[in-house]
């Protein structure tokens, strides 16, 4: 009993146990280039190892292998730049039957796509031939790397001298330096780049591994709006005020009749035997209390409009517009509920009225939940106004308020977004740059720093793409 005990324990431990590059190759451990090998192979399989358990870092690949491994990681970032379907490649000797055929024309037409970068698949691999089984020079992988990367956002000092055995007179030369300068690749320990050097499996795994995390600043699509925060409106807020007797039979009513639609809405109906808990007619309840004259006119109108499925659209129309201008009468603009209010009437009030009431419960508003929920519905409304400076305006106030690196990250995409619907590219980015070093220096951790930093070069990188 105790040896079979042991052996379940060591079992657990060894499913437990880390998984390491050198614990999937038997020829890897301790070799320079086995976290990126693991990467390449495990993380994001890019690459495969052989059938006997080897990797062989230290061997060559071929055009055809490095073609198909450019092409993987364009698809892992979600191909991020539009493809040239209309560019075929035309080589004597690649043909539709080969097996990284399809691989090679996808890489070559999302290369042509990317038209900040100034490298053909063609000027890489010159000649009537390409040569798919022929061994790939350190030199080649580098320009078909360079061609997919993301724009530079810095103009850093490149000089030719840094890696000294590329050809000063060779215009390509420069690509291969700002790739050195960018910390995609690296020389050797003599200064030397070696460009007619066959680049080895390992080098292939750990250029991927580089070549992805720039490509992962255009994974996702940040020049379109998004929600400052979750416009999570599940509650049944009640509207009271500072200003409202709670304390009449009315309010009473009120409040029974919002929860029995609470009720309702979880359960479905209100059993029989429960019925004297609860308002079994809480839509008729509301109707009388607004026809007898009930303060609470936000309240009626917001469940009546939510819940009453008889009203057309018109009669919303009039009951939110009414709601409206009885809070901008009300001597009090904080009123518990307004967030939700707004969010159900955005679509069916008035557009001025609707943003009269926002505009002055915003003002108004303490709590940051619901203030940034109200600028995420008054964003919206100004959008669709057209009223770009407004929207702008909205999102500055969102990054004065808040200490949430996550809301700063959301605001400074919808700055861009609206920047964009009003000014030109160039505008947009100097706005951007203008904005951030005084959020980066204003962040207090590192992840915070790294988390916004990463943010604002996507940004920046994607409207370069523009």
Do not use: C
């Not at 990797?55 to 490095?66: C, L, V, W």
């Not at 004297?276 to 009388?288: F, G, M, Q, R, S």
């Amino acid at each position: 009993m105790l040896i079979r005990i042991l052996t379940g324990i060591l079992l657990i431990l060894t499913v437990l146990a880390p998984i390491s590059a050198h614990g999937i190759f038997s020829d890897t451990r301790d070799h320079w280039a086995d976290d990126h090998i693991f990467w390449a192979t495990f993380d994001y399989p890019v690459f495969s190892g052989y059938p006997d358990g080897t990797f062989r870092p230290e061997n060559s690949i071929t055009r055809a292998e490095y073609l198909t491994m450019i092409n993987k990681l364009l698809a892992l970032a979600n191909d991020p730049y539009q493809q040239k379907t209309t560019e075929r490649i035309s080589y004597r000797d690649l043909y539709e039957n080969h097996w990284a055929y399809s691989h090679i024309q996808a890489a070559h037409q999302s290369i042509e796509g990317a038209t900040h970068n100034d490298i053909s698949l063609t000027e890489v691999f010159s000649g009537p031939l390409f040569e798919p089984e022929k061994r790939i020079s350190r030199y080649e992988a580098a320009l078909a790397s360079h061609a997919i990367l993301s724009p530079e956002t810095d103009q850093r000092d490149s000089q030719l001298n840094n890696l000294w055995d590329l050809d000063e007179s060779d215009p390509n030369s420069q690509y291969i330096q700002e790739l050195e300068t960018r910390g995609i690749i690296s020389g050797f320990p003599d200064g030397s780049f070696r460009p007619e050097a066959p680049i080895t499996r390992a080098e292939a795994a750990a250029l991927s591994r580089k070549i992805f995390e720039d490509l992962e600043y255009l994974k996702e699509n940040f020049l379109t709006p998004i929600p400052l925060i979750e416009m999570d409106f599940s509650g049944y807020p009640v509207f009271s005020m500072a200003t409202m007797d709670e304390s009449t039979d009315n309010h009473r009513r009120f409040i029974d009749a919002v929860t029995s639609l609470e009720y309702i809405s979880i359960v479905g109906f209100i059993p029989y035997e429960e019925r004297a808990l609860y308002d079994p007619n809480p839509i008729e309840t509301l109707w009388e209390l607004k026809e007898g004259g009930y303060q609470n006119e936000l309240g009626i109108s917001y469940y009546l409009i939510k819940y009453d499925d008889s009203l057309s659209q018109q009669e919303k129309r009039e009951l939110a517009n009414d709601a409206i201008n009885a809070y901008l009468l009300l001597p009090v603009e904080q009123v518990d509920g307004m967030s939700a209010f707004f969010k159900i009437t955005k679509d069916i009030s008035n557009p001025d009225l609707f943003q009269q009431g926002a505009e002055r419960y915003l003002e108004a508003v303490s709590d940051e939940e619901k203030m940034l929920r109200t600028i995420n519905l008054l964003a919206e409304h100004y959008q669709r106004q057209n009223l770009w400076d407004s929207a702008e305006n909205i999102y500055h106030k969102a990054i004065r308020q808040t200490n949430e690196v996550g809301i700063i990250k959301n605001a400074m995409q919808n700055l861009a977004y609206t920047s964009l619907q009003h000014r030109s590219t160039e505008d947009t980015i100097q706005l951007m740059n203008d904005h951030r070093m005084s959020i980066l220096d204003a962040t207090t951790t590192s992840g915070d720093w790294e988390a916004l930093h990463f943010k604002l070069e996507a940004i920046q990188k994607q409207l370069l793409l523009q």
